[in-house]
């Protein structure tokens, strides 16, 4: 486990790819793999590949989103995705977050580590207004806006506490 370089992009489209093809998470242009790669972690191989990835994306002083979690299919069950989960939340911890919210099919994987599901929009009304001027579609999710309803995917909203 370990953080993204950019030399990983190219790995970390070729990891999600599938996903993004069965829509279970949404596609992203390689410039902005290369422009959020600051958030990312990577799994690799004993031979230095990468097997699997995922984003930390900050939303707020106290708030952040896991995002583009994935793991290639003859990694799966094996335990890479806890990891990444892990090194993730452990990240979040480093920062001073505090909320850790995720999108996803794979509701029974994120209570396993914590997650619960949530309704409504867990932020003050100040903070709401301000979350409303990101361009950001993860955002919109969070803040469970009509733009996106049903969302995107028809995936499930989590959040943890740390």
Not at 45 to 62: P, R, T
Not at 78 to 84: K, M, Q
Not at 133 to 145: K, N, Q, T, Y
Request: hydrophobic share 50%; aromatic share 8%.
């Amino acid at each position: 486990m370990r953080p993204a370089r950019p030399a990983d992009v190219h790995e970390i489209a070729e990891i999600i790819q599938p996903l993004v093809d069965d829509r279970i998470l949404l596609g992203k242009d390689l410039v902005d793999l290369y422009a959020q790669i600051q958030g990312f972690f990577v799994a690799e191989d004993a031979a230095g590949n990468v097997v699997g990835c995922g984003a930390l994306h900050v939303m707020w002083e106290d708030l952040a989103e896991i995002r583009t979690l994935a793991v290639r299919e003859q990694w799966l069950n094996r335990g890479v995705g806890s990891a990444l989960v892990e090194a993730l939340l452990e990240r979040a911890a480093d920062l001073g977050l505090r909320r850790i919210f995720c999108l996803t099919f794979e509701v029974d994987f994120f209570i396993r580590h914590g997650f619960a599901e949530i309704s409504g929009t867990p932020v003050p009304g100040d903070v709401y207004a301000q979350l409303l001027r990101s361009h950001d579609d993860g955002v919109a999710e969070f803040l469970d806006l009509a733009r996106v309803k049903p969302n995107t995917l028809g995936n499930s909203r989590m959040m943890r506490e740390l």
